[in-house]
């Protein structure tokens, strides 16, 4: 090499690391400040075309301004009936609200339970507060218990709400932290060296800021949207990502070292040839499955695949380019003290050149064993119940808004102050009245009048008629109520009866996420098997890799119904939670057949199938697992956010890559291709090597 392109090659990597500082530094505080861009309001993370939400769009024709309503409930101390005179005061503390910041309108009287042991009123806020809204609920929580001789409850969206956005506080930091050690302990502890962990977390640390700023940019013009599961999910998807591909680019590059005697430029760019079309299969599985999102009718489901995706492209870009520039200008002391030999492999942890030898000397077993196993836990998959959490599962931990709703349950029917809201034709406002009173499930139904009077409010000749329901807004006994109700007021001649509201809402979600695996498991699968295709010059191989991925996530969601029950004690899961585990456990799961399956390719070009089985085994286990387990520990680290929906993604996708990367990937896969042997690659010429 001439003296102008040596000083080239050596001043490209600090120029590159010069880049990434200045990323690094300038972009970095966005990681903190998603926060001012996202939004916990779930109005806003509708179904398009529901009937819930043409409800939705109707009621504005009304002028009515949208509001978040707030629910006080007093009760007695010590129990007993509520005195007259405490009813009258609180209806004077609720008038005092009246004008108030945050308050829309005047609230409601205080109005007595059946049994006379509760009183209830409604204050309506507005619904764009934001982090205001504590403070505001803090007003009305103020006012409330001046009432003397009574205790005070606040429940209904507006508690729910503020109660999500106290869980979500402070998640850029916390759930950052917990990440980021958990993965530097996992690496000190596995590659037992002083440098490289360090390296490897600031890579990921960068392409957290420069995705973080990227999406803030974006949200902040409205291009997508973030929300605190969003925000939370993008953290753990670009770290565990971005260190899964450092992994892989640096146990390559130590090889190259080795083999090399230490000649660093060309080692790395040994090390990028062979890892570059891996690393970039793998990532173009992830953020492509997440880009099928798109499909959906949920807002939220949408808003989350760009937004992942921007997270995968930063993670391979700081792989890809930060990671081999610093490892260039380190050199051997990137690995110190361990010292880089040169054969594939020669590093192994000594249980792998066992694994691949069980797997060499009894295939059939080995994979029979392992189908077995999978088979027998995904058994339980159909126990699985994702028709949605109640509320009193929300929050992992007591929340006041759940312990005010069951108080509010225990005297007043449970879907007292979140009525079921139907949009009718005026003429046959009576009719659909009486209709929807008689439905089962329903307490009482009334039609929205003028205030002061009993004239109906009319907008472009439709009504709004409030429907009561007996049993709590977010309950599956409500949700069947709602669907007894259109099937009631459909046929309701002439009426035109549109059923929404917050039960409809959460029905019609349910219902939609329904259809949305249905159409966007399909879709990632395609994606997948012809990104394979082109990887590996084969049909078969990707097909058989596809379908391992597949049932490793059905046995993961049996295994996974089994754990929620009896260990957490849910009853269910979120409607999203079957889908969100599916795209990520089984786009990010793919990523260890890739790495391992494009080593046993390179391998099985010069010794043959059966022996490039056992090598790639042998060179990429060692590493395939740590970035398993990092990735596992990763995803674990949601559990900090104590909410329902991502402990329960947390857990599913850790068990997952834990159960992909310790027998799908370790025996089954290499099992089932040393079984079948060269006729693996068909159609490709491979099948033809001896």
């Known amino acids: ?160 709400q503020a109660d999500l956005g106290d869980a979500f506080s402070g998640i850029d930091g916390l759930l950052l932290v917990v ?29 957290l800021g420069l995705a973080c700023a990227v999406v803030y940019v974006l949200a902040d013009n409205d291009v997508v949207r973030v929300d605190g599961q969003v925000q939370g999910i993008l953290s753990i998807l670009v770290i565990g990502a971005a260190t899964d591909y450092a992994l892989l680019l640096a146990a390559r590059y130590r090889e190259e070292l080795g083999a090399r005697d230490g000649d660093r430029i060309p080692a790395m760019r040994a090390a990028l040839r062979q890892s570059f079309g891996p690393i970039v299969a793998s990532a173009a599985t992830v953020a492509l499955g997440l880009l099928a999102l798109l499909f959906s009718d949920l807002t939220n489901n949408r808003a989350l695949g760009p937004v992942g995706a921007i997270g995968i492209v930063c993670a391979v870009l700081s792989a890809v380019t930060f990671l081999p520039a610093v490892l260039v200008l380190l050199g051997r002391a990137a690995y110190w003290p361990a010292r880089p030999k040169a054969a594939a492999g020669a590093e192994a942890h000594p249980v792998w050149h066992k694994v691949a030898g069980l797997v060499d000397r009894a295939p059939r077993k080995v994979w029979a064993g392992s189908l077995a196993a999978l088979l027998a836990c995904a058994a339980f998959s159909f126990s699985l119940d994702s028709k949605g959490v109640p509320l009193d599962e929300i929050f992992v931990k007591d929340a006041p808004s759940v312990a005010a709703q069951a108080r509010l ?72 109520t709602v669907a007894r109700l259109r099937s009631t007021l459909h046929a309701v001649p ?57 049932l490793n996530f059905v046995a993961t969601l049996g295994v996974s119904a089994l754990v929620f029950e009896h260990v957490f004690g849910f009853t269910g899961t979120d409607s999203a939670v079957p889908l969100y585990g599916f795209v990520f456990l089984v786009a990010l799961g793919v990523d260890y057949n890739i790495f391992l399956m494009s080593r046993v390719r390179e391998e099985t070009e010069l010794h043959g199938t059966r022996e490039g089985v056992r090598r790639g085994l042998i060179a990429t286990g060692g590493v395939i697992t740590s970035a398993g387990v990092v990735l596992a520990a990763t995803f674990a680290a949601l559990g900090v956010i104590p909410l329902a929906f991502l402990v329960q993604i947390a857990f599913i996708v850790a068990f997952g890559v834990l159960l992909d990367t310790l027998v799908v990937r370790s025996l089954l896969v290499p099992a089932l291709v040393r079984d079948i042997g060269p006729v693996v690659w068909w159609p490709g010429a491979l099948r033809h090597r001896p």
């Open 409 to 480: 349950g225990e005297h007043f029917p449970g879907g007292a102050g979140n009525p079921v809201v139907v949009i009718a034709d005026a003429g046959a406002a009576e009719r659909v009245r009486t209709a929807a009173e008689g439905v089962e499930g329903a307490d009482s139904a009334a039609v929205y009048t003028v205030p002061g009077t009993t004239r109906p409010v009319v907008a472009d000749g439709r009504v709004r008629i409030d429907v009561t329901l007996a049993d709590s807004a977010d309950s599956d006994a409500a949700k069947d």
């Open 494 to 550: 002439g009426a035109e009866a549109l059923v929404g509201g917050y039960t409809a809402q959460q029905y019609d979600t349910r219902l939609t996420a329904e259809r949305d695996r249905q159409l966007i498991i399909p879709v990632v699968l395609a994606i997948i098997l012809v990104i394979l295709v082109g990887l590996l010059r084969s049909l078969l191989l990707p097909l058989l890799l596809v379908a391992t991925v597949a």
């Open 179 to 207: 990440a980021l050690v958990t993965v530097l302990v996992i690496l000190l502890l596995v590659y037992r060296s002083v440098l490289l962990p360090l390296v490897i977390i600031v890579g990921a640390v960068f392409a």
């Open 1 to 160: 090499m001439s003296t102008p392109a040596r000083w080239a090659s050596r001043l490209l990597p600090l120029l590159v690391l010069v880049v990434w500082l200045a990323v690094g530094g300038g972009l970095g505080p966005y990681a903190g400040k998603l926060g001012e861009v996202s939004t916990n309001d779930q109005a806003a993370f509708l179904p398009r075309s529901a009937e819930s939400t043409q409800v939705l769009r109707a009621q504005e024709a009304f002028r009515q301004e949208e509001t978040l309503p707030a629910l006080v409930v007093w009760t007695a101390e010590g129990g007993g009936a509520v005195d007259p005179a405490a009813r009258e005061a609180a209806t004077r503390a609720l008038a005092s609200l009246k004008g108030a910041e945050g308050v829309v309108g005047a609230p409601s009287p205080a109005l007595p339970s059946a049994d006379g042991e509760a009183l209830r009123g409604i204050v309506q806020l507005r619904p764009d507060l934001g982090d205001d809204l504590t403070a505001v609920l803090g007003k009305v929580d103020a006012a409330a218990s001046a009432v003397p001789g009574t205790e005070t409850w606040l429940a209904g969206p507006a508690a729910t």
